[in-house]
């Protein structure tokens, strides 16, 4: 059974304090996880105000549409004006 993961690398704007950081990061958590029914969680860069690692994982019978899903995911992160998407990981076990 295929296994999706996705790794983000964000740069946030005009997140000064880690309650700015994670009051933003937590309500796109919890969009992201119900629209796209996959888990997701902070990964990294817990204590940078500016910056955030994002992990979220897809299981699926089909390899290809846990692919396409998390292509998804990264097109709705890439279009947001609170965060620039630096880079990601993604990968299909």
Do not use: W
């Not at 940078?48 to 292509?71: I, K």
């Amino acid at each position: 059974m295929p296994v999706g993961i996705l790794r983000v690398y964000l740069r946030l704007y005009g997140a000064q304090t880690l309650k700015g950081k994670r009051s933003v990061l937590e309500g796109l958590l919890v969009r992201l996880r119900r629209e796209f029914n996959v888990s997701a969680a902070e990964l990294g860069e817990l204590d940078n105000p500016e910056r955030a690692v994002l992990g979220f994982a897809h299981l699926s019978n089909d390899g290809a549409y846990s692919d396409g899903v998390l292509q998804r995911i990264l097109e709705r992160l890439e279009g947001s004006r609170d965060f620039c998407v630096e880079g990601h990981e993604m990968e299909v076990l």
